[in-house]
């Protein structure tokens, strides 16, 4: 626990990323009356984000080495007087070096303590927090020696408690760096894959091993720490529908019995008090579909993407409540205010193929955008008529989050959405995730992290080319089917 | 009591945001939308989310208040109910009995309780009745002198000033303001010389309440004696008695809105009303009095606030009591903690009297997104405002933790909407939540009267000028170059 209680007010914060997150932080800033300065490669000079904030400034060429370059942002947050810096998710976010530098420079860091982040981005020492606080974890190895010793103690491993287990990065993270083997040889190739991987990586060729679950459901509670050692849940999030580890659909709350979301809150709980956490955190498990059994999966020390769908639901501004926190005020949302009836549900449009396995189809120009709106629709992108897609970034272009009065209207909700959301230009996610929706098992709640290998038929939709010459017919004629006059 | 009813197909008899905001529950629902409408309309954005589009006369207006035509353009689409949005025919009891006759569901009340309501007077009498306090008034006044002697005879009792109210106004229509009996003698001569269908149907007389707040109880009846209350909003600020700003839940003491949440329950189980309606009440918030207004009994414009903070459809809600569904949704499930604004961005000029901006273009439209934010509206970069209808162009309804959060949220949508093309309420509506007594939450019916430094804002065409620099070029107050790290 953090001993610093004295209260710090924010002036100005200086935003370490780029995209819809660094325009989702200044729209929470700005509503708290402080300023927000930006940052920018060479080929984000265009955009939406950098419009919006009081300052923007170019930090370099990029791409991406400029986000990721510590000194660099600690000068700029020095020269623009920045207060405080908030580094969103990915780049810098979870980099205990830039959390000390911030320190270091007396900077605010918007995020847990610099050792925080450090105990819980090693994996291996994740684990054993969640053991000391008594949350079951997968049956796992300590961080294995290079060579052979390695590879010996992970056969003996996977002997004695079976195939298939996963191999994952000790710095890794978020779904990445993970392997799975299935048998002896396969182990040995994966191993050697997965130290090389997590080198380039994460810059640490640690890994370990863990038992593997057969397509479990992959559920996080959200949690909120302050400075004065109070910490509350914002409830759980079901995040199974997964494409090689990383989430495609996000929803809030999990479809759990009571019983089992009370055991996973109090797990989290348990887990952050452990940690020393402070700030907005997310506590990850794999649950067993059947049995509901838990395990302890890792600690995000981040706002994740998905923080969206909590926020819809239970109608608390998170990166407020980060602001808060880093000023070192107490967290004030009494219990009973939190409810965690409804439904959200987030999908994220992205500029991808799907029907050629997701390939990024950046570099285009929006023709034409316009999102739906009405009831329960909730929008956080970067998209405008004229915006062209630098190709240099990942592709996300607008999460949508829809919220409902239960599962079958948010769905219903989202289908509608999906089905009126009018994007012309590149090839998106869209058809996709409307996909999903008419698929009865999601329809009937149903889905764990085998969702998308099990369910093939989710990619029999519209080709994306047919999809985007349906818009463009849409906006430019009438597109209704009969058109009577009514004789006057 | 009707049978269960299912719905497949419904036309909607109206024009605008209302229709689309309809659609996209039908769609939810998967039935199908049929929309009839005006050939000045036949371009328009709503039509072209409707499976089917009919078209029903030149216009403008006179075709949305038609009925034969309307029932017309349902049987010709083999559409089996009608959901009327609000305004136009919405509130008509003889379009509700033409959909009767017709065998077609009519999404809202039974005609009979329609044209109950629809008497201000029996309305009155009736509530007054279930125990429920209205504000002093008379009877319908007697034609003649002797209408205006029993006027004067109020206006001794009850003191000035007062409202001169038609039967079959309502909406902010059919109001006018009393202040003396000179003003009295003058206006109602002056109305009674009109012939006019709004003040043609007998007039009344009530009470003028100052410094009151303007209170709504939304609520839901299903056909099986359900009734269950939405919370509250304060529609207080308001021009002219147009409603310019909607918040919910009111910020009332707990004992006073339960007091209403009775009242209005009350009072619709007494009329027995079905369907989504809503009563309307002055309040003083010191003395702890409240005076029942008016029964609506339609969808009304702001019930996207009231659906932000509960989390219920009421569109959707409406189809289903239409059905005969009983109602599915416990009253501990309204959970109204937090705050939901509705400002309506018309296509007007605060600056000039909110004069309509008709026949103009909206060249650039990206409306604001992130949390809490709602639109409901018909624009799109290239639309044109058509002159011969209303000028409302988009509802934002924000939703936050608290008033001051909310509020904050509202400002900052408000800032970052860009809308290129014509004059708006935008900058109207940003200099309210720059107000003291708003921030405070401090509001009553003379709001707008009591602050005219609202009506001191730049000039909408530099805000213009300012969206369009926006995009033009970069906006941001410093750009900084490479050189200078």
Not at chain 1, 454 to 472: A, G, S, Y
Not at chain 2, 135 to 155: H, N, V
Not at chain 2, 184 to 204: A, C, E, N, T
């Amino acid at each position: 626990m953090c001993s610093k209680t004295v209260t710090r007010k924010i002036r100005r914060i200086l935003i370490a990323n780029r995209g819809e997150i660094a325009l989702r932080i200044l729209r929470t800033a700005k509503e708290m009356g402080i300023e927000s300065v930006v940052v920018y490669e060479t080929p984000d000079s265009d955009a939406y984000y950098t419009r919006m904030a009081e300052q923007a400034v170019f930090i370099g060429n990029g791409p991406r080495r400029d986000y990721l370059d510590i000194d660099k942002m600690i000068q700029v947050a020095k020269k623009a007087d920045a207060d405080a810096i908030h580094p969103g998710y990915g780049f810098l976010s979870e980099n205990p070096d830039f959390a000390e530098a911030c320190e270091k420079a007396d900077i605010i860091f918007i995020g847990p303590p610099a050792g925080v982040i450090r105990d819980l981005g090693d994996k291996v020492m994740a684990r054993e927090i969640a053991h000391r606080s008594r949350i079951p974890v997968l049956a796992g190895s300590h961080d294995l020696p290079v060579g052979d010793a390695g590879i010996e103690m992970a056969v003996a491993f996977a002997r004695e408690h079976g195939y298939p287990i996963m191999i994952k990065a000790t710095g890794g993270g978020g779904g990445r760096g993970i392997r799975r083997a299935d048998g002896d040889k396969e182990l040995v190739s994966q191993m050697r894959r997965a130290r090389a991987e997590a080198k380039s990586s994460f810059k640490n060729d640690n890994v370990y091993i863990e038992r593997c679950i057969d397509a479990p459901r992959h559920i996080e509670v959200q949690i909120l720490a302050d400075q004065h050692g109070n910490v509350i849940h914002l409830g759980s999030r079901d995040c199974s529908i997964q494409r090689r580890h990383q989430k495609l659909v996000e929803i809030a709350p999990a479809n759990l019995p009571e019983d089992v979301l009370q055991e996973l809150y109090a797990a989290a709980i348990r887990a952050a008090r452990e940690a020393g956490y402070v700030s907005a955190g997310t506590v990850e498990f794999l649950v067993d579909p059947k049995t509901h059994q838990y395990w302890f999966l890792e600690i995000n020390t981040r706002l994740q993407v998905e923080h969206t769908v909590t926020e819809e639901l239970v109608n608390i501004d998170l990166v407020r409540e980060q602001i808060r926190i880093a000023e070192g005020h107490a967290l004030d949302i009494p219990p009973d205010r939190i409810c965690l009836l409804g439904k959200a549900i987030q999908v994220r449009i992205n500029a991808e193929d799907p029907w050629n396995d997701f390939a990024p189809d950046g570099g285009k120009t929006i023709q034409m955008y316009l999102p739906t709106g009405g009831p329960g629709i909730r929008f956080d992108g970067i998209v405008f008529q004229g915006y062209r897609i630098p190709l240099e970034y990942d592709s996300l272009l607008v999460k949508m989050t829809a919220r409902g009065y239960d599962w079958e209207q948010t769905v219903q909700r989202l289908q509608r959405a999906l089905d009126y959301f009018l994007i012309a230009g590149p090839k998106t996610t869209i058809p996709f995730h409307r996909a999903i929706c008419r698929d009865a098992d999601f329809r009937a709640e149903r889905f764990d992290t085998s969702y998308i290998e099990t369910h093939p038929q989710i990619f029999e939709f519209p080709d994306p080319e047919k999809e985007v010459e349906n818009l463009r017919n849409f906006i430019s004629s009438v597109y209704t089917t009969v058109i009577f006059p009514y004789v006057y | 009591m009707q049978k269960r009813k299912t719905i497949r197909k419904i036309l909607i008899a109206n024009r605008g945001e209302i229709v689309l905001r309809v659609i996209r529950t039908i769609k939810e629902l998967g039935l199908q939308t049929v929309v009839a409408y005006e050939k000045l309309d036949k371009d328009a954005y709503f039509i072209r989310y409707a499976e089917e589009a009919i078209e029903i006369g030149e216009g403008p207006i006179t075709d949305y208040l038609d009925i034969e035509k309307m029932i017309w353009a349902a049987k010709q689409t083999g559409a089996d109910a009608i959901h009327p949005g609000y305004g136009f025919l919405s509130e008509n009891p003889d379009f509700a009995e033409a959909c009767e006759k017709a065998g077609i569901t009519f999404i809202g009340p039974p005609s009979w309780v329609l044209r109950y309501l629809s008497n201000k007077a029996a309305v009155r009498h009736m509530v007054e009745h279930s125990g429920v306090p209205t504000i002093p008034g008379t009877e319908l006044l007697s034609p003649g002198e002797r209408g205006l002697m029993e006027a004067m005879r109020f206006g001794k009792k009850h003191d000035y000033p007062l409202m001169i109210k038609a039967t079959a106004g309502g909406g902010g229509r059919g109001v006018r303001r009393i202040k003396n009996e000179m003003d009295l003698m003058k206006h109602l001569i002056y109305i009674r010389s009109q012939s006019r269908p709004l003040w043609d149907d007998g007039v009344f007389i009530e009470k003028c309440l100052d410094s009151v707040r303007h209170i709504e109880i939304p609520i839901l009846a299903d056909q099986h004696g359900n009734i269950i209350h939405l919370g509250s909003l304060d529609g207080s600020i308001q021009r002219r008695h147009q409603k310019l700003v909607e918040i919910a839940p009111a910020n009332l003491s707990p004992g006073l809105l339960d007091a209403l949440y009775w009242a209005s329950i009350r009072a619709a189980r007494a009329v027995g009303y079905v369907n989504a309606g809503s009563l309307e009440f002055l309040v003083n918030p010191e003395t702890e009095e409240f005076w029942f207004m008016t029964f609506n009994r339609r969808l009304t414009v702001e019930h996207p606030a009231t659906e932000e903070l509960t989390n219920v459809d009421i569109v959707r809600e409406q189809i289903r009591i239409a059905e005969g569904h009983p109602m599915q949704i416990p009253q501990a499930r309204i959970k109204l903690s937090g705050k939901a604004i509705q400002v309506r961005i018309n296509a007007e000029d605060p600056l000039r009297d909110f004069q309509p901006e008709g026949d103009k273009t909206v060249e650039l439209y990206l409306p604001p997104g992130g949390p809490g934010i709602r639109l409901d509206g018909i624009v799109f970069q290239g639309y044109r405002i058509p002159s011969e209808y209303d000028p409302l162009l988009v509802k934002l309804t924000v939703r936050g933790y608290d008033w001051e959060q909310t509020t904050r949220r509202l400002r900052k949508a408000l800032d970052s909407f860009l809308l290129v093309g014509p004059h708006t309420t935008i900058p109207f509506y940003r200099a309210v939540c720059n107000e003291a007594d708003f921030r405070n939450e401090r509001m009553d019916t003379h709001y707008i009267m009591k602050h005219p430094e609202i009506f001191q804002y730049p000039s909408v065409a530099d805000e213009a000028a300012r969206l369009e620099s926006f995009f033009m070029e970069q906006y941001t107050a410093e750009f900084l170059p490479a050189n200078w790290l």
